[in-house]
């Protein structure tokens, strides 16, 4: 009886040991599917090549490309927009009084973004901006120009990043390039306008020579202008708002076009306003000529150095020279 018993044991044992595994059940939930990267998470106000190249297309995400159609037309990253940037265009209009740069209508700018497939408020949709290099740098300042009417738009501050090194930056590095024009989803874009970074004359009149208490005008025009020696033709008159400091906006890129360390801009920044004005306390009032660089010193010291209490004068030292005298 126990020899019988041992043997249907080990017949089973044996069974056991030559049965084929079962198949795992299948479920949506073991299929094998996409996964975003984790460095497609960190999104900030500059974003590498490589990262645009391998995060793009796990994001909800618009490139808009800020050159020229004609730069556009002969190659571009594949399936980027064309919205280029000029003083009149979807990025900026002729204000009253003539004034070059100014913010459009927001329901114009509402209406692009909507139909270049930018969604707003849900899902929110992520904008790389992507600029040519120059000399001077008027196209690097294109991307803060347009991150700044962004921000007018509506469209929180870290939803929009810069290619750092603009096309030329992508091209470098042997990335691919198309000429193939894509046609973009239209999607739904609502937003309220935000005008709280802006400041007009005559704000800017009332907070002159307040340094001692840690109001600071910049200029972010280049120091021959700034000083008087030349004379941009927009202006009526040469030199600076009185009492303004000058933090040229074209020294933040390095000669590449890529930006420079937020610790090189920052000891820029430091050695033309010292301590009188930081992160938290104090207020940085910024201008140019017309609002180029004004934006280029915005966006670099809130998103780049993280300062939160910097405003724009748009108008500039063209509106300013019409109504009030300039300093040398």
Known sequence: MIGSRLSLAATALLGLA???PAAPPTSPAMTPRAFTPLVCYIFGELVSPWWLQKCAPHLNLVVIDLRSAAEYAESHIPGSISLPFDP?????????GDLLLEMPPSADVFATLGAAGVSNP?????????NGVGVPA????????????????GISEGRVAVLDGGFPGWTSESLPVTTVVPTPVPKTYTATEDRSFLVDINYVKANLNKRNKGIVLLDGRDEAVYNGSVMEEWALKPGHIPSALNLPGKNFWNEDGSWKS?????????????????????????????GGYASTLYFTLTRILGFDNVVMYDG?????????????
Not at 262 to 290: K, N
Request: aromatic share 12%; proline share 5%.
């Open 18 to 20: 030559t049965a084929q």
């Open 88 to 96: 009149i265009s979807a990025w900026s209009v002729m204000g009253p």
């Open 122 to 130: 849900s899902p929110a949709t992520k904008i790389v901006l992507v």
């Open 138 to 153: 008027f196209p690097q300042a294109a991307s803060p120009r347009v991150a700044t009417t962004l921000k007018y738009a």
């Open 262 to 290: 937020s610790l090189e801009i920052l000891v820029q920044l430091r050695s033309v306003v010292g301590y009188s004005v930081g992160r938290t306390y104090g207020q940085i009032i910024v201008y140019c000529g017309v």
């Open 316 to 328: 500039s030292a063209q509106e300013w020279s019409k109504y009030y005298d300039m300093e040398l």
